[in-house]
């Protein structure tokens, strides 16, 4: 459908905890997330989703969070 976004991708910068706007049309909240670390000895996983925003946990593979933001590789999908 033209001008409703059911996918979206991007880069954002992000720390562990954090949320960051997703894309999607109005209302959709996403099936899929798939969250791709820029730099090695990293963990990411979506840990909350609505229909704005995805909320990240991120963390060395020790299992300290991430405090300073970094880039990741995001894609949000509505597939019902």
Do not use: C, D, M, R
Request: glycine share 8%; charged share 10%; hydrophobic share 40%.
């Amino acid at each position: 459908n033209l001008g409703y976004v059911t996918e979206n991708s991007g880069v954002v910068s992000i720390a562990n905890n954090e949320w960051f706007v997703h894309g999607l049309a109005s209302g959709l909240t996403p099936t899929i997330v798939i969250l791709t670390p820029t730099t090695s000895q990293k963990i990411l996983s979506a840990i909350n989703k609505n229909s704005t925003h995805v909320q990240v946990g991120f963390w060395w593979y020790n299992g300290t969070a991430v405090t300073t933001p970094e880039n990741i590789y995001y894609y949000v999908e509505w597939n019902p």
